[in-house]
């Protein structure tokens, strides 16, 4: 589906950032094995973590980016139910995955069963993570996605022109 896999961005004095990217279609096996695609293996390593994504997919860090951010999440409150809630669930649902010798993973029941998948899923590069969706589910948001493309692009200038 076009170009797509990682590039690499020094960012200053922080080094470098990694970006996922693309979109790749694949059917899991009898064993729920998801392959991996080739242009994200090296940099996701042989230990990746899942955990539910929003929008019902499943969410894939490196190691490096999911330790950031369980940081990130350990400081949300337990006495703000909506920070308590976001923070029971996304421990909760979150798996070390070793990626093996041909690439893949085995979903674990859970994971499958949150993000209602079956055998046909999406693999989505976004940013620091890879997104693993149910191929339907993602045909629906991603039609919804193009129509308000436009609009949101319109909606995010505008709030960023009145934070200056």
Not at 43 to 66: H, M, R, S, W
Not at 146 to 163: G, T
Request: one cysteine or more.
């Amino acid at each position: 589906m076009g170009l797509s896999g990682i590039i690499r961005v020094q960012m200053g004095e922080s080094g470098d950032k990694m970006f996922f990217f693309g979109t790749f279609k694949h059917n899991l096996d009898d064993k729920s094995r998801c392959t991996i695609p080739n242009s994200f293996r090296d940099q996701l390593g042989k230990k990746v973590y899942g955990t539910k994504g929003l929008d019902n997919c499943i969410n894939i860090y490196p190691e490096e980016a999911f330790m950031r951010l369980c940081q990130q999440n350990a400081l949300l409150s337990d006495f703000d139910p909506a920070e308590r809630q976001f923070k029971r669930l996304f421990f909760e649902t979150s798996f070390k995955y070793e990626v093996d010798k041909s690439g893949r993973i085995t979903l674990t029941k859970d994971h499958l069963q949150r993000a209602g998948i079956d055998r046909e899923v999406v693999l989505v590069g976004n940013n620091d993570h890879i997104e693993i969706w149910n191929k339907t589910t993602f045909e629906e948001l991603d039609t919804i996605q193009n129509e308000n493309f436009e609009s949101n692009a319109q909606s995010i200038a505008q709030s960023r022109k009145e934070l200056r």
